[in-house]
């Protein structure tokens, strides 16, 4: 088993062929707006929970002090 590993570790990374791909402007521009909306998706995830949990924990303190 540990042959067939190395065997294909060496065809797959060290016999490969250049690829000669092209990347064009828009490529970057598109992969900054992916990491961007993803940084804004998990900001907007993270406030609205948040939210919910301070909402959560104050009502638990007004219930206290209504109680006294």
Same mark, same amino acid.
């Given at each position: 088993?540990?042959?067939?590993? %190395? %065997?294909? /570790? !060496? /065809?797959? !990374?060290?016999?490969? #062929?250049? +690829? !000669? +791909?092209? =990347?064009?402007?828009?490529?970057?521009? &598109? %992969?900054?707006? $992916?990491?961007?909306?993803?940084? +804004?998706?998990?900001? $907007?995830?993270?406030? &609205?929970?948040?939210?919910? &949990?301070? #909402? /959560?924990f #104050?009502?638990n =303190?007004?219930?206290?002090?209504?109680?006294?």
């Amino acid at each position: 088993m540990n042959k067939i590993l %190395i %065997i294909t /570790f !060496f /065809f797959t !990374f060290l016999l490969n #062929n250049k +690829a !000669f +791909a092209y =990347l064009d402007p828009g490529t970057g521009s &598109i %992969i900054l707006q $992916s990491i961007l909306g993803a940084i +804004a998706a998990g900001a $907007s995830y993270c406030a &609205i929970y948040w939210k919910k &949990i301070k #909402n /959560f924990f #104050n009502k638990n =303190l007004r219930k206290k002090d209504n109680k006294d």
